[in-house]
């Protein structure tokens, strides 16, 4: 109650300051089950979109989304047949048509008739018009191409609509696509002015509607490719919403194509005007309505049995951004290459246009390794690939500060990069949270994943002396204490990167995870860093022969090879990693690669040596694959520099933990209040999930000393290492599991995330057992088979504290305890594959995934269930795990027949 009456205080402040809570528990967002693949790129904003094609979910000022269907945003297709006479017209959309809006249009097509496919940033829609004799289907492509950080950040989308006529006589398929003013003010108020244009460019031509949202001006562009005989007058028209809709129905009826209306144009002035010319120009006036909508058609002419198709793009240029409580103006990642001056959109349709194919061709290069691999189960492919919405649709914001950083900082080349922890939880970057998500970021786009940690580190030396009160005990605390993690990077309604630590629950300077986890993905980045840098210059190291040459003690490191510099310890060694190289297909490989004719022209610096190497990982004997490696776009950060710039940091951190350690015995404790991520679940004294971290991070400060030479730093750690271990499996193992912590009433509590260190461990190549290789596996076959198995008989997943013990059932001491972290069972299952356990990992992760999918979640992935089926936290950031179990795979491939969901894959084909 003491809890609940400061957080209601909280509340009623911030909507004073007509600011949004951190975390609204008053107006809680519930799960839409409508959601298909949202479109846009990363950090300039993203609208969703539904399975039954609605445009919804806007997401363009950050941290602002509006769940909101717009039935003016649509595509109608019109068919007309020999004759020239309209058969069929309707709305591309299966939902129920919206009642007092759009009176003349019609919603025709029937969800049985349809079917919607989608692989993020990919999706399909198929239409069966075949009663009219044509077969459609709608291909959507959003640029978030791994490695590809230009053309990801572009705020765009294409649609391509192939038409086939299956009928004996000739057909015209067009197809209009339609935009209104969303979201603004003016669309509340009616006050705001818009600007409504058409232009024309050497290829394409298209409609602009420029208006503002939350005071930020933003023009949205719908363009097409423009066919040679095409005047820049035909196929188009403005419109109002409200009053004129009737006439771009009637229109396409009648003509099957657009055409401007002609009583929105005002007539030519009379020179010599009477009273009755006067009172027919009033009259005529009246009709002409403030147009707030664009439109633009394209016709696809089809011969019988003929095919053809045609391409639009939608763009929404919101160029720079500035918060309320913020002086500066922030420019978005894109304008980098398109400027931000506000008249973008047709420039960026135009490149979207001629580029789409090319991004096929780099999206289809990256995911069907993936989606062609029989080791991994069909769920798990689908999982991949659509969890990565939340990377462009949470949130994210993506500036571009070459003029603020050096060219030795990454941030001068990609910029500064945050997302929300979730739709409902607005916190940019929320670190414990990231720590699961990252695997993500980090194997497809390394370079933001630099970047977030440059700017983490940035703020360890931070001091914010400044008081607030903790709503968790109402006791005051620093916003920020020296030589800590925050917990985030500020808020939307805040300064971001500027104002941290917006979590206001808990003291979080003295969470014992935050500081952990900087030191684990340091040394996770730099593992995944060497597998994608290649720092030669010349041509023969981009050869799998010499990739395939590999020598006894380098078989992870071409670097020393390539340098004659050996830098990588014995920790940090993978021989996973070389025993996947098989010599007949690398022979198969290398082949390819000598006649390639554009290895020569790769620039210097690229990453595919080792980016060659890592993906070789992929080529699994057992399993028959041949992957062919994968040209990248973007150079990687050096992962020795990164290693040294952060090293600093990591020993800072790490001394700065020893102050939890109480009684000197090498292993921190908790302190008896929520001082972890589980921030509902308290853990006292030393414990699993806390000690586990600890020492796995003593271990990576110990490798890295001995990988850049720091003799001194490597014998202090080294000590340290052996007492921290010593404690942790004296005090917490009891022979089946690590106690949650050493309080006798959690003696029997089963912890699914107890053994997160060792995840990150092998997640950066360990195999020397900093963790006893017995008692990890010990304890994953305890955790299986109670917090899964025990658990609804394993269809959702492992829940976070399972009870053993005469009755028992699920932790039910706090709100996270009976609860299904979904980033938490991929994250376990991933660990489950490293161990040898494919079996349980697909299970385990399959079982969640597939319950996801039955409740109708995709694209909204929550961060809890619970065993009723009820969720919390709709779209977060914690299920980027899943691409912890991709990394997981590729290390350690299943050496039998793969499972899907926890069942025998039987088909001969994969199919999504």
């Known amino acids: 109650m003491p809890l609940t009456a400061r957080y209601f205080k909280y509340y009623l402040e911030r909507k004073f300051q007509k600011r949004r809570p951190i975390m609204d528990y008053i107006n809680i967002i519930s799960a839409q089950r409508m959601y298909g693949c949202p479109i846009g790129g990363i950090g300039g904003g993203t609208i969703g979109r539904g399975f039954k094609g609605e445009f919804c979910r806007f997401q363009l000022y950050p941290g602002l989304y509006e769940y909101v269907t717009v039935p003016e945003c649509q595509f109608i297709v019109n068919i007309r047949d020999a004759k020239k006479e309209t058969i069929f017209q309707s709305v591309l959309s299966t939902y129920s048509k919206p009642k007092k809006v759009l009176p003349s249009w019609e919603w025709n097509i029937k969800g049985a008739d349809c079917e919607y496919t989608a692989l993020y940033p990919r999706a399909w829609t198929t239409y069966d018009l075949t009663k009219y004799g044509i077969k459609l289907i709608c291909r959507q492509i959003s640029p978030v191409i791994p490695h590809n950080y230009k053309d990801s950040s ?39 002015k818009l600007d409504l244009e058409r232009y024309s460019a050497e290829n394409t031509c298209g409609v602009t509607l420029e208006q503002k949202i939350a ?63 006067n009172k027919e120009d009033k009259e005529k006036a009246k009709k002409i309505y403030k147009n707030d909508s664009i439109a633009l058609s394209s016709t696809i002419s089809l011969d019988p049995r003929g095919s053809g198709s045609t391409e639009f793009c939608l763009v929404w240029d919101m160029p720079v951004i500035k918060y309320k409580k913020d002086s500066k103006v922030h420019k978005r990642y894109y304008t980098k290459y398109f400027g931000s001056d506000g008249i973008a959109g047709a420039s960026i349709a135009s490149y979207a ?35 990565l919405y939340f990377v462009a649709d949470g949130g994210t914001i993506w500036f571009d500060v070459a003029e603020d950083y050096p060219d030795t900082d990454p941030r001068h080349e990609f910029g500064v990069f945050g997302y929300l922890e979730g739709h409902e939880y607005r916190m940019y ?11 993500a970021l980090a194997q497809l786009w390394p370079n933001l994943q630099v970047v977030l940690q440059y700017m983490f580190r940035e703020s360890i030396s931070v001091e914010i002396n400044k008081l607030r009160p903790s709503l968790y005990d109402g006791k005051s605390c620093k916003f920020k204490t020296k030589d800590s993690i925050p917990h985030d990077l500020g808020e939307p309604d805040g300064v971001p990167f500027s104002h941290i630590n917006a979590y206001n629950i808990h003291d979080v300077s003295e969470w014992r995870d935050l500081n952990l986890k900087f030191i684990l993905q340091v040394m996770r980045d730099y593992r995944l860093l060497r597998g994608h840098n290649a720092p030669f210059n010349n041509e023969r190291y981009h050869s ?32 996973d990693l070389s025993t996947n190289l098989s010599t007949d297909i690398s022979t198969n490989l290398s082949s390819d690669a000598s006649n390639d004719p554009s290895a020569s022209e790769r620039p210097s610096g690229m990453a595919n040596i080792l980016e060659l190497l890592y993906r070789s990982t992929e080529v699994v004997e057992d399993c028959g694959e041949k992957l062919q490696p994968q040209e990248y776009a973007a150079v990687v950060w050096n992962s020795k520099q990164y290693l040294s710039d952060m090293y600093p940091s990591c020993v800072t951190l790490l001394r700065r933990g020893l102050d939890w350690d109480r ?28 000690g586990g971290l600890w020492v796995a991070s003593v271990s990576a400060v110990h490798a890295m000393a001995k990988i850049l030479g720091f003799t001194d730093d490597e014998k202090e750690f080294s000590t340290l290492l052996e007492k921290a271990r010593d404690s942790y499996e004296r005090k917490l193992w009891n022979g089946s599991y690590y106690k949650f912590d050493t309080k006798p009433c959690n003696s029997e509590v089963v912890m699914a995330d107890q053994l997160a260190g060792q995840w990150f461990l092998r997640a950066s190549g360990w195999t020397e057992p900093v963790f006893p290789e017995a008692n990890v596996k010990k304890a994953l076959h305890t955790i299986y088979e109670n917090n899964v198995q025990r658990f609804l008989n394993g269809r959702m997943g492992a829940v976070n504290g399972f009870v053993r013990g005469p009755r028992p059932g699920i932790d039910t001491t706090a709100i996270q305890s009976e609860e299904v972290w979904t980033g938490v069972t991929y994250g376990l299952a991933a660990l489950m594959i490293y161990e040898g356990m494919h079996e349980q990992a697909f299970s385990t992760a399959g079982g969640l995934y597939n319950t996801l999918m039955k409740m109708g979640l995709a694209f909204e992935t929550p961060e809890a269930l619970y ?29 039998h027949v793969s499972t899907s969901n926890g069942q025998p894959h039987q088909a001969k084909e994969n199919h999504l």
């Open 429 to 439: 970057n929320t670190y414990d949270v990231h720590f699961y998500a990252s695997f």
């Open 215 to 277: 005071d930020t001006p933003c023009t949205f562009t719908i363009a097409k490719n423009k066919p040679d005989n095409e005047t820049i007058h035909e196929g188009y028209c403005l419109w109002n919403s409200t009053k004129t809709s009737g006439y771009v129905w009637e229109c396409l009826k009648k003509h099957g194509r657009l055409e401007p209306d002609p009583s929105q144009t005002p007539p030519p002035p009379k020179v010599d005007k009477t009273d009755k010319d």
């Open 544 to 575: 799998m022969a010499y990739i395939d040459d590999i020598r006894d003690g380098t078989e992870d490191d071409l670097y020393s090879r390539s340098t004659g510099q050996v830098d990588d310890p014995t920790p940090v060694h993978s021989p």
């Open 867 to 895: 065993e009723n089926g009820n969720h919390r936290s709709v779209a977060y950031m914690r299920p980027l795990s899943i691409w912890s179990m991709y990394h997981a795979i590729i290390t350690k491939p299943p050496q």
């Open 663 to 690: 009684d000197g015995d090498g292993l921190i404790e908790n302190g008896g209040f929520p001082d972890q991520t589980y921030d509902a679940w308290v853990m006292t004294g030393p414990s699993a999930y806390c």
């Open 353 to 387: 246009l001629r580029s789409y194919r090319r991004w096929e061709k780099q999206l289809a290069e990256w995911q069907d390794p993936i989606l062609n691999n029989s080791c991994i189960p069909d769920w798990l492919k689908s999982a991949l690939m659509n969890e």
């Open 154 to 192: 572009l705020p765009c989308a294409v649609f391509v609509f192939s038409a086939k006529n299956i009928s004996n006589e000739q057909r015209d398929v067009s197809i209009t696509f339609t935009w209104t003013e969303c979201l603004g003010e003016s669309k509340k108020k009616g006050g705001c």
